[in-house]
């Protein structure tokens, strides 16, 4: 017997949750216990008063496990809003990632050349290494990285997604 | 300014709350509580014997009386002892508000003595779950917990309370206004209404596919359901955890649906043009086979919880709202328009072939009493009284579905969605004690009335009558049936070896004890438990190898039931394995 694959969707997801104890292992851990993906989650408090934050969360799943994905979401107590920004229309998602290079000699002229093409900024060197910021959509970022590799990548990191719809409306 | 411990505070907000009945069992977390307790008189402790037989108490009481159940237990081996009961409260959408003690703040993390994550532990089998930090707090989080528990879609609130916030003060003069972050259905659209009437007036073939969500949402919506179904003429059915809404001895009446539904209940379903799902959840017991689940049918579903919609079964016309309120809603619609009821000639025609099957019935026997004729006779004795009934989980409970037949709401205490043996026991005695002038009887098997049988001490200690009634069949029926049809009867580990004397055990506990295995005493065996003012434990010896017909096997259609023991095959493929 096969265990049955499907295909899937990469969704963007905003929720605005109450900024509590526990808050975020019930999401995550939600994710976990029904057996969905989550690709990236980012989460910060963005309300004057602290009590609010927004969770950004990239996953994957059949458009009716997403469809179930929001709704699950929707369920739990401190969570007050999602919306699936994928769904939602035109919108932005930005990422940054660090990114740090060793190497000399002309493999070091390499991805200063690369870096400046993609604009990614220098925020740290030495005679032998240099450390990238990159900031834009995801396949920017992964096409970035898997340039660097090619010059002498030894440590990225990445802080995963923030989205926002396009024009005057908010999610 | 006046203050109070926390644990008089808790205490406070209980009985402001409505609380009267809390069941529990102390431990050195929740001694300040305990002791809170003591000195008061509004609020009446029940102690039983284990965590797993508090929650289950409560939420046998929760069920009967639709108020929601109190548990109280101790940190560490206390609440992991009540997580079983918590689970099968949110599988089953039972309020239940469950206070854990915890170690002390400052000791959180330290593996302190009894120390358990509750919270963690509980988080994704609960409706939500709160630590508190400060007795302050306690006031505003057990009002909401509250209005969680019992609003929407019911379930179970955990609520850890650590030692120290149980003794420290706080000033009980601030009037905190409860917080309303939560929101939940209630009034459907009308426009959905409009579109749900029209689709079921102009039905050739409609069906009612009820639900617990309708004895969630309380007497009210039972009514609306029995008017509903009188003025369109649809045929009903329901699933395990909605018998008793609409009532067995009504016209309407087709059964359970389901694995163990009756034939026409699950013809009816796979047929008919235009189903109405109201307050259940197609879950894998009802539907079978998805892609042979009703396939020509256009489906509306009611539901109050919007992660019920589509989540096994498309549906067309998704209407989110209380499943009474909906109801009403289109009563008033349909009267409104003046729709006629429909004569569905036809469709009753086809219904009246599938009943003529007659699915229920079942070898006789004058030797050995049948496990089915046992739960007829107990039905035929006991229904004038409007008895409460509780079930273990296995073929017992089955054939209680099947063969005894509920008339009203709230009368009916089963597991569905967890499945936990032990259930029933605890359950009676909670709903006894919410109903304390109720014939409660707990259908048991013989291997699953032991999971929590030191509860019987509990109904001993408060002269609880409750009567279990077991069909003692000496294996665990259930298992020992799938291994008949699926594994070619090898018979692994099924047998119920070294069962205990139960007459004898129910003397130990102060109970009386009858056994019957004759078919012809059986009825007067049964008029003696319930003429007994007092807890009965009755063995019922019943023949040992029967099965539980009809059945969907894991996997097939609802077209594919098997009636009767000359249609099983004794094995399945890999795929059926898997499922269930
Ligand atoms: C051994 C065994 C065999 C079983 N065999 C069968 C079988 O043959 N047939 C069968 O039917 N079941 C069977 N079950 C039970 C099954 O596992 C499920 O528990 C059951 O089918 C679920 O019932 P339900 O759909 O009514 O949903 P429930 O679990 O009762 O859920 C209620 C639904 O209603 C919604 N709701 C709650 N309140 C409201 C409200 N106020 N308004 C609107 N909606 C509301 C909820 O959101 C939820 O979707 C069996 C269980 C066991 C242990
Ligand atoms: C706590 C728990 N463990 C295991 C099971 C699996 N199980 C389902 S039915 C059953 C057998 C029940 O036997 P019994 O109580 O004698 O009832 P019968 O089926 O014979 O009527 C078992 C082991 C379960 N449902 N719950």
């Known amino acids: 017997m096969q265990i049955k694959q499907e295909l899937t969707e990469r969704h963007v997801l905003t929720l605005t949750v109450d900024n509590e104890a526990g808050t975020l292992a019930r999401i995550a851990g939600m994710f976990t216990s029904r057996g969905y993906n989550i690709d990236s989650l980012t989460v910060a408090d963005i309300s004057e008063d602290h009590t609010t934050s927004r969770i950004t969360i990239v996953t994957k799943g059949p458009p009716p496990v997403i469809d179930q994905i929001i709704a699950q979401c929707e369920r739990l107590i401190p969570v007050h809003k999602v919306t699936d920004l994928t769904e939602a229309g035109p919108h932005v998602e930005r990422e940054l990632a660090l990114v740090k290079v060793n190497g000399t000699g002309d493999q070091r002229v390499e991805a200063m050349r690369l870096a400046d093409i993609y604009r990614a900024r220098v925020i740290d060197a030495t005679v032998n290494s240099f450390i990238f910021e990159i900031t834009g959509g995801p396949d920017k970022i992964d096409t970035f990285v898997t340039l660097m590799r090619e010059v002498g990548l030894v440590e990225v990191g990445r802080t995963g997604i923030v989205g926002l719809m396009r024009g005057a409306g908010v999610s | ?580």
């Open chain 2, 1 to 580: 300014m006046p203050e109070k411990s926390g644990a008089e505070i808790l205490i406070d907000i209980l009985v402001e709350q409505g609380v009267d009945t809390v069941f529990g069992y102390p431990g050195g977390a929740v001694l300040p509580i305990y002791d809170a307790l003591f000195q008061q008189k509004k609020i009446k402790h029940v102690l039983v014997r284990h965590e797993a037989g508090a929650a289950h108490a409560a939420e046998g009481y929760a069920r009967a009386t639709g108020k929601p159940g109190v548990v109280l237990v101790t940190s560490g081996p206390g609440a992991t002892n009540a997580v079983t009961g918590i689970a099968d409260a949110f599988m089953d959408s039972i309020p239940l508000i469950v206070l854990t003690g915890q170690v002390a703040t400052n000791l959180i993390g330290s593996d302190a003595f009894q120390e358990a994550d509750t919270v963690g532990i509980t988080r994704h089998c609960s409706k939500h779950n709160y630590l508190v930090k400060d007795p302050a707090e306690l006031a505003t989080i057990v009002r909401e917990a509250f209005s969680i528990a019992t609003k929407g879609r019911p379930g179970p609130v955990v609520i850890d309370i650590p030692k120290n916030v149980q003794v420290a003060t706080a000033s009980t003069d601030v009037k905190r206004p409860a917080r309303t972050r939560f929101t939940y259905a209630g009034e459907a659209d009308y426009a959905e209404i409009n579109r749900a009437v029209e689709l079921i007036a102009n039905a050739k073939a409609p069906i009612l596919y009820t639900g617990g969500g309708i004895i969630n949402s309380g007497p009210a919506a039972s009514e609306a359901l029995r008017e509903l179904a009188e003025l369109t003429g649809a045929p009903v059915t329901s699933t395990l955890m909605g018998l008793g809404a609409y009532p067995a001895s009504g016209d309407a009446w087709l059964g359970m649906l389901g694995m163990h539904g009756t034939y026409e209940a699950n013809m009816a379903m796979n047929q008919c043009d235009v189903m109405v799902c109201l307050g259940a959840r197609f879950d894998d017991r009802v539907t079978g086979r998805l892609d042979a689940f009703s396939p020509d049918s256009v489906k509306i579903h009611v539901d109050i919880d919007r992660s019920s919609m589509n989540k096994t079964v498309r549906v067309d016309l998704p209407i989110v709202a209380d499943v009474g309120t909906a109801m009403r809603q289109m009563i008033d619609v349909w009267k409104g328009r003046k729709y006629k009821k429909q004569s569905l000639e036809d469709w009753w025609a086809r219904i009246a072939g599938w009943r003529a099957v007659d699915c229920l019935s079942y070898p006789g026997s004058t030797q050995e009493i049948m496990p089915q004729y046992a739960i007829e006779r107990l039905f035929e004795a006991t229904k004038d009284k409007s008895p409460i009934i509780s079930t273990e989980v296995g073929q017992h409970q089955m054939w209680a579905a099947q063969h005894f037949h509920f008339d009203a709401p709230n009368k009916w205490l089963t597991s569905g969605g967890l499945g936990t043996m032990g259930y029933g026991l605890p359950a009676a005695i909670g709903a006894q004690l919410g109903n304390p002038n109720a014939l409660v009887i707990d259908i048991a098997g013989e291997a699953s009335i032991q999971m929590n049988i030191q509860e019987m001490a509990t109904a001993t200690q408060y002269r609880l009558p409750v009567k279990v009634f077991i069909l003692n069949n000496e294996w665990m029926g259930m298992v020992r049936q799938w291994q008949e049809l699926t594994y070619e009867s090898r018979y692994s580990e099924s047998y119920s070896d070294s069962l205990p004397d139960f007459v004898a055990l129910a003397e130990a506990y102060g109970w009386k004890g009858i056994r019957c295995d004759d078919p012809a005493k059986l009825d007067d065996a049964i008029a003696e438990m319930l003429a007994y003012d007092g807890p009965v434990m009755f063995d019922c010896r019943v023949h040992k190898t029967s099965n539980c017909f009809p059945m969907i096997p894991s996997g097939a259609a609802h077209t594919d039931m098997i009636l009767n023991a000359d249609q099983v095959s004794g094995t399945m493929d890999d795929e059926a394995k898997a499922l269930v």
